[in-house]
């Protein structure tokens, strides 16, 4: 049986009336690091990769750090059980939040969002979670009780998305 990840921390920013999802951020936080995984928009194609801000939680500066998707395994953590840990963490949120226009069972969602006349992108937010997003903003957004206004922001001076952090988030 695998080990039970903690709950993550999230963001979603969803322009219903542009590109679709913007960004999607969920992340744990551990010691002195936060560290996690985004995905979103960027020239009209799609990104994504795991970070770790390393001293976030610390006086110290903190450094970035990332991988694609595909390298998490590679040694760039040198710790593989944090690699797990955000593999399960991904797959979790990825499953409860998030379809891929090329999933096998896509098919029922887009055409919910269609009939809506949203923005559907790459990757799309599930649209029975569209309910839990604030439509306050043209950038109609969701934050869980714990997210860190901080770590958007420095993730957001860093990522090659194009929500960036002149974005209200």
């Known amino acids: 049986m695998a080990p039970s990840t903690p709950a993550a921390r999230i963001f ?8 679709g999802l913007r960004c999607a951020v969920a992340y744990l936080a551990s010691g002195r690091d936060a560290y996690g995984w985004f995905t979103g928009a960027r020239n009209g194609d799609l990104s994504s990769a795991y970070f770790v ?4 939680y610390s006086t110290r ?12 395994h590679s ?7 944090r690699c797990q840990e ?3 963490m991904q797959e979790a949120f990825r499953r ?31 649209f029975e979670r ?7 903003q043209p950038n109609w957004t969701y934050y869980s009780r714990d ?6 922001k420095c993730l957001a001076g860093h990522w090659p998305l194009d929500y960036g952090g002149d974005d209200e988030a």
């Open 61 to 72: 500066e903190t450094a970035y750090i990332a991988v694609h998707d595909g390298d998490l």
């Open 75 to 81: 040694d760039w953590l040198r710790d593989e059980a």
């Open 147 to 152: 997210f860190e206004q901080g770590v958007f």
């Open 130 to 136: 569209l309910n839990r997003l604030s439509k306050l």
């Open 53 to 56: 801000l390393e001293q976030f």
């Open 86 to 88: 955000l593999a399960r």
């Open 12 to 19: 979603l920013a969803y322009a219903p009336r542009g590109v």
């Open 96 to 126: 409860e939040w998030l379809f891929y226009r090329s999933d096998p069972d896509a098919g029922k969602q887009l055409q919910i969002y269609a009939d809506a006349e949203l923005a559907v992108g790459l990757v799309n937010i599930r």
